[in-house]
């Protein structure tokens, strides 16, 4: 049976997220620009396998590992325009959080599932404070402030993966029946963002 409100929802974040790698790209310029439109591409991309094989796609190994360049793209955009000095670091991370995803999910489905929690929420919770920290130095526009909404929704779909290991099918249930309308609400809120910056 097709699932035309996942559709919908995944459309909706397609677009939003093609959106926000152009415009977000070309408004930030050089490599910071490279990292935010990889990021909204890959965000774009994710929205376009949803859309094409449904929510099953979401459980594969690739696309698990695919999908994490989504946050680390808009952290290293933001850092490498506005901490220069932190780059290093925050590369690090990136490579690490990488690694972790991958050696967890090739020990296990549920250790790979707990990795993917662990850094796309924490991922999703960097980005949360990152523009309010810009705003209070006065280095980006108050509009760009629907960034931050965005990443705690990212940060909230992360975390909710570590509903898995409940094994309680009802949660597992509202989870997955909440990453649709999760990924639009964060996209289109990013675009908001972007138009903003």
Request: hydrophobic share 60%; glycine share 14%; aromatic share 18%.
């Amino acid at each position: 049976m097709v699932d035309y409100r996942d559709k919908i929802l995944a459309g909706i974040s397609a677009l939003a997220g093609l959106f926000s790698a152009l415009m977000g790209g070309v408004k930030l310029g050089g490599v910071a620009g490279i990292f935010m439109g990889m990021g909204f591409l890959v965000s774009s991309a994710f929205s376009g396998f949803l859309l094409v094989w449904g929510r099953e796609v979401l459980l594969r190994k690739w696309m698990v590992l695919f999908a994490f360049f989504y946050p680390m793209g808009l952290i290293l955009s933001l850092v490498w325009k506005f901490f220069p000095e932190k780059r290093l670091v925050f590369v690090l991370f990136a490579i690490s959080g990488w690694l972790f995803i991958l050696v967890a999910h090739t020990y296990s489905k549920d250790w790979g599932s707990f990795a993917v929690a662990l850094v796309h929420g924490g991922a999703g919770l960097g980005l949360f404070m990152l523009p309010v920290v810009l705003n209070g130095r006065g280095l980006i526009p108050a509009g760009f402030q629907w960034f931050s909404l965005g990443s705690l929704v990212l940060a909230l779909m992360g975390f909710g993966l570590l509903h898995y290991f409940s094994k309680e099918e009802g949660k597992i249930q509202f989870f997955w029946d909440a990453v649709p309308g999760a990924l639009a609400l964060s996209s289109v809120l990013y675009a908001m963002a972007i138009y903003y910056l």
